[in-house]
């Protein structure tokens, strides 16, 4: 299930008519690209905005091979902070503020318009970008953790690997939810999976492992919810009814249930590249500092500790401010916020407790 916002590290900074500030979605792409890649671009990007506030090293892009030039930001952010009536480094700061307010809609619209409260899941942060925002939004949005996996920038990349071969069919059925018409449900159901198996023994999959689910609503609803099909018809009423209750904080006692499309979904799994453990290396992360430097927050300029991620051992702790850097990507560990390495080499972010 994917959301998608254009709100990324090349998206274009301006002010609206009204002077509003408006990041996105236009993008300048990676030609001309930012301001800072130096091939031309005029217009102030998020990128832009983080390499001014320090957040990004210009020397650690893409592991070294390319450096960023920030001598041109000065005036950039100068102009765009005149016509905004600020100072440049809040014009900055409110550019990512407005790219993070974008994001942050994009996953209340997956979670809390769907029943589920951020507070009881962990943020994953993946891309090249997505570990410099991450910790704002979990602020914002009170998930408790989040998890940088290693290799962020090739994160999908790295899934397609390990992903387990998957296909779905589905097929309508408008049927009443009750004994006289389970044996039409199932017969739609074994139809969709023997098609299932043999398109899977195509793709090399042999003993596929095959679900059912059931798309059901209230008869006379124009919405439906998908819910796990099994021969137990009331274990699929019960499992409707809770769910309608979750999302919509209604259940109506008596009322007939019908089904609109049955699905089947089979699952090829595939064994995934085993991954190389690091061996563990205390709490201290001093072997990979490189950096001390001023960068902004919102909190203020904060002398902040970069760390070359490839360095960093299970058990190593960071406290924020600190600044991640990797081939891949960047992570950013703000004011309050302190970074665990995992034995897996995840970076998990928390919140610090007490001042």
């Not at 970069?306 to 924020?320: D, H, K, S, W």
């Amino acid at each position: 299930d994917i959301h998608t916002v254009g709100a990324g590290g090349g998206s274009l900074a301006r002010l609206d008519r009204g002077g509003g500030l408006v990041v996105g979605p236009e993008s300048a792409g990676a030609v001309p690209g930012p301001i800072c890649y130096g091939r031309g671009g005029r217009r102030i990007t998020v990128t832009d905005a983080h390499v001014f506030l320090g957040r990004l090293p210009p020397e650690r892009f893409l592991g070294g091979r390319w450096r960023l030039d920030p001598a041109p930001l000065a005036d950039a952010f100068a102009r765009l902070a005149a016509e905004a009536g600020m100072s440049p480094r809040e014009a900055a700061l409110g550019v990512l503020r407005v790219a993070e307010a974008t994001m942050e809609r994009a996953i209340r619209v997956i979670s809390l318009e769907r029943g589920h409260d951020p507070a009881d899941f962990t943020l994953v942060a993946f891309g090249g970008a997505g570990g410099l925002h991450a910790a704002a939004l979990a602020d914002s949005l009170g998930v408790p953790r989040v998890l940088v996996p290693r290799d962020p920038g090739a994160f999908s990349a790295r899934g397609m690997a390990a992903a387990d071969i998957v296909q779905d069919l589905s097929a309508a059925c408008l049927r009443p939810l009750g004994p006289r018409h389970a044996a039409a449900l199932r017969r739609r159901v074994e139809a969709l999976a023997g098609r299932l198996v043999r398109s899977l023994r195509r793709e090399g999959v042999e003993a596929p492992r095959l679900s059912a689910f059931a798309d059901v609503r209230y008869r006379g609803q124009s919405h439906e919810i998908t819910v796990p099909l099994s021969e137990d018809l009331s274990a699929v009423r019960r499992a409707f009814e809770a769910r309608h209750e979750r999302l919509y904080r209604a259940v109506h006692e008596g009322r007939e249930i019908e089904v609109t499309a049955v699905r089947v979904r089979g699952v090829g799994e595939v064994r995934a590249p085993r991954e190389r453990r690091r061996r563990p290396g205390g709490s201290d992360p001093g072997r990979a500092l490189y950096a001390t430097r001023e960068a902004s927050f919102p909190e203020g300029d904060r002398p902040t500790r970069f760390f070359a991620r490839e360095r960093l051992r299970p058990g190593n702790v960071l406290e924020g401010p600190a600044v991640v850097t990797e081939a891949t990507a960047t992570t950013v560990v703000p004011p309050g916020y302190r970074a665990e390495v995992d034995g897996d080499g995840n970076l998990l972010l928390t919140r610090k407790e007490g001042p």
